[in-house]
């Protein structure tokens, strides 16, 4: 009895998977599915890709239902050691006798060649009924055609590393492209850059599982002329990455159309909806790895996602900046704001963007900017200077228009650190001392704090109130001093309001 409620819940279980994964199958069709029928399975010794690896006895599984041969050590191992993927004749693949005999470990003697597009596997069977068996069992699954299901994987991952890496169209792929990793100096972000293919006919769903886990950004393929690779984004990557991804950090997601040059037509009807609904997608690309359209601005994209991600910064559902990037902007904008009167004039602006940037800007350009935020934000412009509104407002802009990375370079040269928290080196800069040295101010470290005092002291009567106190300190994490500062420092008479000599010794 128990065995037969966990052999239904398996069933069961495997039953929602495919449902998942072929939502465009009926039950009728997924049923026959949950029992692996398998049409020949026993062991054969395998020698590896160049042949002159030793022969090592496995026990093989040929499935017909996904064209599968599987292999692993014992018949009852949890999972295969690999698996080798069988097409059709038209795809190249075909089956013979092997005559060549298993030297290098091997102790059998019929040999059987199962050559794909890329490889040529070798086994070697005990007797010859064995070999029999299995040269039948390969070439009824090479005569049976594929379905399009079988092509729905096949969208164009091996070709696309393939085209980006030699700057041409490979005639013959592997199922799966090496791993690779293009050096920081010929990528567009300036960053090392490791790319991972996977094959679904190589690899196992463990393989993929752990890919994903590791990976900094992923670039989900379909085919534009595949509706069934279209609809398997929906139905089975963006469900399958976000059980596998941790929820906190999510990884930034590509959506990859290939083979436009197939089409007339775009699949941006099908995919922007896809893109509103799940806000982890970082950006959509219809590329061609044929005529090599839109390949290195795919990968500049995945760089970007990883480098200046969208998540922090935007919500795209509410169509409004984050809360924490407006409150770090804000503060961004005080800092600047040097006169403290609420508005960023031509001097600031320029203070503002050689901070950031390390160049001023062009006079033409700064009215550019403020034209700009004026013809959106009546209220973005005042006294020809840029509002905090107007500035906020410019940053929504670039982001809308994904320039994430300018909203991001302000940010890092301001401080933040990829949660948009403070980085510790920015709150507090190393200082080496050496023994039994102590440390004072110099002449410009108290021209600088005499400038930020006079610029809080907005009454000009040479002390702070609790409220010029609260607005010097609005641009620190948090307020550094409490209530026993009133007795440490020189305060005026009247309120007790620190004055500009806030040395605790007085000066
Ligand atoms: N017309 C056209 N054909 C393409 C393009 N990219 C790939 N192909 C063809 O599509 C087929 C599959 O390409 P692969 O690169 O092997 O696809 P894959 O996604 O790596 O497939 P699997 O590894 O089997 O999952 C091959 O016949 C390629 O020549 C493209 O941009 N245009
Ligand atoms: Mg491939």
Known sequence: MVIVSLFNAI????????????????????????????????????????HREPFKKRWFTLCSMNRKLLYSKNPLDATELGAVFIGTESHSY???????????????????M??????????????????????????????????????????????????????????????????????????????????????????????????????????????????TSIEKVTSHWLPLINDNTDKDSRVPLILVGNKSDLVEHSSMETILPIMNRHSEIETCVECSAKNLKNISELFYYAQKAVLHPTGPL???????????????????????DLDNDGILNDNELNF??????????????????????????????????????GFLFLHTLFIQRGRHETTWTVLRRFGYDDDLELNQDYLFPPLKLPP???????????????????????????????????????????????????NTVCTNDQAGSPTRDISPSGR
């Open 114 to 227: 199962l050559q794909t597009p890329d490889r040529q596997y070798v086994f070697m069977c005990e007797q010859h009924q064995e070999q029999k068996e299995w040269l039948e069992a390969f070439r009824k699954i090479i005569s049976q055609p594929m379905t399009p299901e079988d092509y729905a994987t096949k969208v164009g991952k091996t070709s696309l590393i393939m085209s980006l890496v030699s700057e041409e169209f490979p005639t013959v792929v592997p199922y799966r492209a090496e791993e690779i990793t293009i050096p920081a100096d010929v990528t567009p972000e300036r960053v090392p850059t490791h790319i991972v293919d996977y094959s679904e006919a190589e690899q196992t769903d463990e393989q993929l599982f752990q890919e994903i886990s590791k990976a900094n950004v992923i670039c989900i393929v379909y085919s534009v002329n595949n509706k």
């Open 352 to 389: 503002f963007q050689r901070t950031s940037f390390n160049i001023p800007l062009e006079s033409q350009a700064l009215e550019d900017v403020k034209n700009v935020v004026r013809k959106n934000l009546s209220e973005g412009v005042r006294d020809n200077g840029l509002t905090l509104k």
């Open 94 to 112: 075909s089956a013979s006798e092997s005559s060549g005999r298993s030297s290098r470990g091997g102790r059998w003697n019929c040999g059987i």
């Open 11 to 50: 069933r069961a279980t495997r039953l929602a998977y495919l449902q998942r994964k072929h939502p465009t199958l009926r039950d009728n069709d997924l049923i026959p599915q949950l029992t692996r029928y398998c049409l020949k399975e026993g062991y054969m010794e395998k020698t590896g890709p160049t």
């Open 314 to 336: 935007y919500c795209p559902e509410k169509k409004n900046m984050k809360l924490l990037c407006v409150k770090a902007l804000t503060r961004i904008f005080k800092v600047s």
């Open 436 to 486: 039994d040295c102590t440390t004072e101010l110099n002449h410009n470290a108290y021209l600088f704090l005499q400038s930020v005092f006079d610029k809080h002291d907005k009454d000009r009567d040479c002390a702070l109130s609790p409220e010029e106190m609260k607005d010097l300190f609005d641009v620190f994490p948090y307020m550094p001093w409490g209530p026993d500062v009133h």
